[in-house]
């Protein structure tokens, strides 16, 4: 059989994509198995009027990438920002809906998350993130109250906007050398007790740590941070043994970082010493191994971030094409002189290209390890760093995801289904299912065989709204 034959075929009976059994499952994903299998969900009166709702997606084919399967010809109704009906689109109850999107020929997702951007506070930046799908960020660092005050802007229908987790400024013990307020400096407990205590107060959602803190000032920061009942996420602090890292963080930033470790001085002198020192950080004694092993057995996750690494590597190529890139244009006001003040290129050693290759690399090596071994994996950007894209991004990050040795419906669970997990959300995001969240993406093609779908988006909805929409008038 073709190819394409066996897509028809997956779709046409819901044959599993992925190569989880059913019992691997977490015991939602079955539910919501359930409520596509069934003939028509979600709450059906007896009543022979039809019921009214904001909005009405029909024949659509609908994608669980929980349980990585295709269920054709699906109608979803949506009313007050929620999933109230999903069946077979001959079978939903009589309905009328004030807005309707004929979805013949396009395919049904969950909205996805980036799981670690900034500068979300900016009208341009979050209008960015919704023309590409991303319907939830999780922002991991921004100046005083900027981003917390953003969220609620959108939780408050005041701003259009993906929904916003926010870390407000991070924690790290050197001082704000940016003056913006986006760092607190810590360098002792009691200093560590504070910040937390007023970050609580400003009201974020979380604790984000950085790179320069002792394993005293790191256990205060948890401490403190499980008193107000927040999570704490971020980079792993230098000095900080990596089993107190996974003790006590939610997750860990950064591939790039772990490309650079496991790379020796000598690496670049060929593909035989690339492949001695990448083997030896992964092998079974290695400090990668340590870190895979302590990952899983915690449940820390990992957020890869590649996509900000091929950002140093493109930027610092000879004759780079970076700053013709069409949605410099469209980026925020500044954005251009603040990353070439970031990544001056006429200053930077002559090997760095070089060596950035080489990292980014071993990075999407180490990141594909992870993933044999079981370590949860999220998709997120670093979204503002230089040459990162908000919005656009996320989908060169699922990319690099699938280079790293994912399949596409791995890949696009680790910006779905894992961040639901991780943030608590597994009842309202991640799925398409009565009682959630109506945050949903129309592309065309299946994305489940080739993760182009997503450059082709029919429309986009952000708790029940229609924020994009390139449907053809009905």
Same mark, same amino acid.
């Given at each position: 059989?073709?190819?394409?034959?066996?897509?028809?075929?997956?779709?046409?009976?819901?044959?599993?994509?992925?190569?989880?059994?059913?019992?691997?499952?977490?015991?939602?994903?079955? $539910?919501?198995?359930?409520?596509?299998?069934?003939?028509?969900?979600?709450?059906?009166?007896?009543?022979?009027?039809?019921?009214?709702?904001?909005?009405?997606?029909?024949?659509?084919?609908?994608?669980?990438?929980?349980?990585?399967?295709?269920?054709?010809?699906?109608?979803?109704?949506?009313?007050?920002?929620?999933?109230?009906?999903?069946?077979?689109?001959?079978?939903?109850?009589?309905?009328?809906?004030?807005?309707?999107?004929?979805?013949?020929?396009?395919? $049904?997702?969950?909205?996805?998350?980036?799981?670690?951007?900034?500068?979300?506070?900016?009208?341009?930046?979050?209008?960015?993130?919704?023309?590409?799908?991303?319907?939830?960020?999780?922002? !991991?660092?921004?100046?005083?109250?900027?981003?917390?005050?953003?969220? /609620?802007?959108?939780?408050?229908?005041?701003?259009?906007?993906?929904?916003?987790? +926010?870390?407000?400024?991070?924690?790290?013990?050197?001082?704000?050398?940016?003056?913006?307020?986006?760092?607190?400096?810590? %360098?002792?407990?009691?200093?560590?007790? $504070?910040?937390?205590?007023?970050?609580?107060?400003?009201?974020?959602?979380?604790?984000?740590?950085? /790179?320069?803190?002792?394993?005293?000032?790191?256990?205060?920061?948890?401490?403190?941070?499980?008193?107000?009942?927040?999570?704490?996420?971020?980079?792993?602090?230098?000095?900080?043994?990596?089993?107190?890292?996974?003790?006590?963080?939610?997750?860990?930033?950064?591939?790039?970082?772990?490309?650079?470790?496991?790379?020796?001085?000598?690496?670049?002198?060929?593909?035989?010493?690339?492949?001695?020192?990448?083997?030896?950080?992964?092998?079974?004694?290695?400090?990668?191994?340590?870190?895979?092993?302590?990952?899983?057995?915690?449940?820390?996750?990992?957020?890869?971030?590649?996509? +900000?690494?091929?950002?140093?590597?493109?930027?610092?190529?000879? %004759?780079?094409?970076?700053?013709?890139?069409?949605?410099?244009?469209?980026?925020?006001?500044?954005?251009?002189?603040?990353?070439?003040?970031?990544?001056?290129?006429?200053?930077?050693?002559?090997?760095?290209?070089?060596?950035?290759?080489?990292?980014?690399?071993?990075?999407?090596?180490?990141?594909?390890?992870?993933?044999?071994?079981?370590?949860?994996?999220?998709?997120?950007?670093?979204?503002?760093?230089?040459?990162?894209?908000?919005?656009?991004?996320?989908?060169?990050?699922?990319?690099?995801?699938?280079?790293?040795?994912?399949?596409?419906?791995?890949?696009?669970?680790?910006?779905?289904? %894992?961040?639901?997990?991780?943030?608590?959300?597994?009842?309202?995001?991640?799925?398409?299912?009565?009682?959630?969240?109506?945050?949903?993406?129309?592309?065309?093609? %299946?994305?489940?065989?080739? !993760?182009?779908?997503?450059?082709?988006?029919?429309?986009?909805?952000?708790?029940?709204?229609?924020?994009?929409?390139?449907?053809?008038?009905?």
């Amino acid at each position: 059989m073709t190819a394409a034959g066996l897509g028809e075929r997956r779709e046409e009976e819901g044959v599993a994509a992925s190569t989880r059994s059913t019992s691997q499952r977490r015991p939602w994903a079955l $539910l919501v198995l359930a409520w596509s299998l069934l003939p028509a969900c979600g709450s059906q009166a007896s009543d022979p009027q039809p019921r009214q709702v904001d909005l009405a997606l029909t024949d659509v084919a609908l994608v669980d990438l929980d349980a990585g399967v295709v269920f054709p010809s699906r109608t979803v109704l949506v009313d007050a920002g929620r999933i109230v009906v999903v069946g077979p689109a001959g079978e939903v109850a009589a309905f009328a809906a004030s807005t309707t999107i004929a979805g013949e020929g396009a395919y $049904l997702l969950p909205g996805l998350w980036d799981m670690h951007v900034h500068d979300s506070d900016d009208a341009v930046v979050l209008a960015a993130h919704l023309a590409a799908g991303v319907t939830g960020v999780r922002d !991991l660092g921004g100046p005083g109250s900027a981003t917390v005050v953003a969220r /609620d802007k959108v939780a408050a229908g005041q701003w259009r906007g993906p929904r916003i987790v +926010a870390a407000g400024p991070h924690l790290d013990g050197r001082p704000d050398v940016m003056g913006d307020g986006s760092r607190i400096q810590i %360098n002792d407990e009691a200093q560590a007790r $504070l910040a937390v205590a007023d970050l609580a107060r400003m009201g974020v959602d979380l604790i984000k740590v950085h /790179d320069v803190m002792t394993p005293e000032v790191h256990r205060a920061v948890a401490a403190a941070a499980a008193e107000f009942g927040l999570p704490v996420d971020g980079h792993a602090p230098r000095g900080v043994p990596i089993a107190q890292v996974t003790e006590f963080q939610r997750t860990i930033e950064h591939a790039t970082t772990l490309g650079e470790q496991a790379l020796g001085r000598d690496a670049l002198e060929s593909a035989a010493t690339f492949e001695r020192d990448l083997e030896a950080y992964l092998a079974a004694d290695g400090r990668g191994a340590a870190l895979i092993a302590a990952l899983v057995a915690s449940g820390t996750a990992y957020c890869s971030t590649l996509v +900000a690494g091929e950002g140093l590597a493109r930027a610092s190529a000879p %004759n780079t094409t970076v700053w013709d890139d069409p949605r410099l244009a469209a980026a925020p006001e500044g954005t251009a002189a603040r990353w070439r003040e970031w990544l001056p290129v006429e200053l930077l050693p002559a090997n760095f290209h070089a060596e950035r290759v080489a990292v980014e690399r071993a990075a999407r090596r180490i990141v594909g390890a992870m993933h044999e071994r079981g370590v949860l994996l999220l998709a997120g950007t670093d979204a503002g760093a230089p040459h990162v894209y908000w919005g656009s991004a996320l989908h060169e990050e699922l990319d690099l995801l699938v280079e790293a040795g994912l399949e596409p419906v791995e890949a696009l669970r680790c910006a779905t289904v %894992n961040p639901a997990r991780v943030l608590g959300l597994e009842d309202e995001s991640g799925a398409i299912a009565p009682g959630y969240r109506a945050d949903l993406l129309l592309v065309e093609g %299946n994305p489940l065989d080739d !993760l182009d779908a997503l450059q082709h988006i029919r429309a986009v909805i952000a708790r029940g709204a229609v924020v994009v929409d390139r449907t053809e008038p009905r």
